[in-house]
């Protein structure tokens, strides 16, 4: 299994992937500088195609593996401040610092909907990994959680950007003293989905998705930038800004409201030079990938808690990380990128038609037939050209002469007849088939096209 993560930073004009077990770096995408914590979406689970809010300019750019350059830009309504993406790549949301929520789709870029969501800046949106709920968190401290089908009905028009609909959430989490820094759902889903709340105040929740209750209250000796479970959800990584990555365990947080203090926190990991700003886990559970605010990402070992290997993004703090398995998709840019196109098209999109004119061969039997004489004709006229006629000794062999050249005229006429009603037999063979090559390559565009809009629609 081939792990690696995605490194971005807030000033650098790079983002990188590198590979967590070698050190090596996969790729570079430039420029990317995102203006917050929480302006990146990665875009698939197997390959590293991402979103990006980039800073002082107004739009959204999409990367793919394969490019150092945006594949597409979107422009922005306002100035947003978060973004993410569901786990099927199709939606995008983002928050506004108006408190505004923008919801698209990806394959169209529509505009969908437009929730007056929050009273001041919307500092987090989050996506569960089942596509059901959607997370939105501010600076007023509030939480709130949708389902995701309450948010994709209709649609707006940008240039007004006025909502189309009330949405009410489903669950109005209570409010913590201070701002939302990040938010996290499990991995677990069903009836045991948790969503993760971390803020200023020092503390981390956890609520229960399916009735909105808090089963417990993590109370921490620095306020919480961010937080992350490992893929079993046996435990929580919770970054503070006192320079620790703490542990805590989620066995006992499943039923009933508590507040765990110092019991039920260690410290997993010291950052004595700097302080974490993003934190992830790889999808094997082994190493947790801790952002620096010094531009550096580090792998520590679970296991033995040990920093194995450091990577050097860059001089400015790293405010995302993400981490991943590189599958096949990764392989072949070509694949990749018609699969990234096809997800994620560019601002002009490229519709694939239901029928192609440009393959439809001539199918006239008498455009075809006028074109085989005239060529046989002009061929005819070619050999006149090049017969060169002797004189005779004497008339007798000139008569002798004519006469089989009549002859030989008569059976030249009989065998032109004979061989333009073969050539012309022929001809028809050959436009029977096309024709049939046509109904194959048109049978082909058509399987082609209701593929590709039924694996769209299932994304």
């Known amino acids: 299994m081939r792990e690696a993560f995605l490194a971005v930073t807030s000033a650098d004009p790079l983002a990188a992937l590198y590979d967590v077990h070698s050190g090596q770096t996969l790729h570079a995408f430039k420029p990317c500088t995102v203006p917050s914590a929480h302006a990146v979406a990665p875009l698939s689970s197997s390959t590293p195609h991402f979103a990006a809010l980039q800073k002082d300019k107004g739009i959204i750019a999409v990367f793919s593996h394969d490019r150092d350059q945006p594949i597409a830009k979107w422009p922005l309504p306002e100035k947003l401040t978060c973004l993410a993406s569901s786990a099927s790549g199709r939606f995008l949301i983002a928050g506004a610092e108006s408190g505004k929520v923008?919801?698209?789709?990806?394959?169209?870029?529509?505009?969908?909907?437009?929730?007056?969501?929050?009273?001041?800046?919307?500092?987090?949106?989050?996506?569960?990994?089942?596509d059901r709920w959607v997370a939105t968190a501010s600076a007023d401290a509030a939480v709130k959680v949708y389902e995701l089908t309450t948010l994709v009905k209709g649609t707006v028009n940008p240039a007004h950007a006025t909502p189309t609909s009330t949405c009410t959430p489903t669950h109005a989490l209570p409010a913590h003293a201070l701002p939302i820094t990040d938010l996290h759902f499990s991995h677990t889903l069903g009836a045991h989905a948790r969503l993760f709340t971390a803020?200023?105040?020092?503390?981390?929740?956890?609520h229960d998705l399916a009735t909105g209750a808090t089963l417990a209250t993590v109370l921490y000796p620095a306020p919480?930038?961010?937080?992350?479970?490992?893929?079993?959800?046996?435990?929580?990584?919770v970054g503070a800004d006192d320079g620790t990555v703490y542990h805590t365990p989620l066995v006992h947080m499943t039923t009933g409201a508590s507040t765990v203090s110092a019991g039920g926190r260690t410290p997993f990991?010291?950052?004595?030079?700097?302080?974490?700003t993003a934190v992830a886990v790889t999808p094997s559970g082994a190493a947790v990938l801790i952002g620096t605010a010094t531009g550096a990402v580090r792998a520590v070992d679970v296991a033995s808690r040990t920093v194995v290997r450091s990577f050097a993004v860059g001089k400015a703090p790293v405010v995302h990380v993400h981490a991943s398995v590189l599958g096949e998709a990764h392989g072949p840019p070509k694949v990749a990128m018609a699969l990234a196109r096809f997800l994620i098209p560019a601002t002009d999109l490229v519709v694939i038609p239901e029928r192609s004119e440009q393959i439809e061969p001539c199918l006239d039997p008498d455009a075809l037939f006028a074109a085989s004489v005239a060529y046989f004709q002009a061929q005819e006229g070619v050999k006149d050209a090049m017969t060169v006629y002797v004189d005779g000794e004497t008339e007798e062999h000139?008569?002798?002469?004519?006469?089989?050249?009549?002859?030989?005229?008569?059976?030249?006429?009989?065998?032109?007849?004979?061989?333009?009603?073969?050539?012309?037999?022929?001809?028809?063979?050959?436009?029977?088939?096309?024709?049939?090559?046509?109904?194959?390559i048109k049978a082909f565009n058509q399987e082609l096209w209701e593929q590709l809009v039924r694996e769209g629609l299932r994304k």
Not at 119 to 127: A, D, I, L
Not at 199 to 206: E, F
């Open 199 to 206: 803020s200023l105040d020092h503390t981390v929740r956890v």
């Open 398 to 440: 000139e008569a002798q002469e004519d006469e089989e050249e009549e002859v030989e005229e008569e059976e030249e006429e009989e065998s032109r007849e004979e061989q333009l009603e073969r050539q012309l037999a022929e001809v028809t063979a050959e436009r029977d088939q096309l024709a049939g090559v046509y109904a194959k």
């Open 269 to 276: 990991t010291t950052l004595a030079d700097t302080r974490p």
């Open 102 to 130: 923008y919801v698209w789709d990806v394959a169209s870029g529509t505009l969908l909907n437009v929730i007056e969501a929050h009273f001041q800046t919307v500092t987090v949106v989050r996506f569960s990994r089942d």
């Open 224 to 237: 919480v930038r961010c937080i992350m479970t490992d893929p079993l959800d046996q435990a929580l990584y």
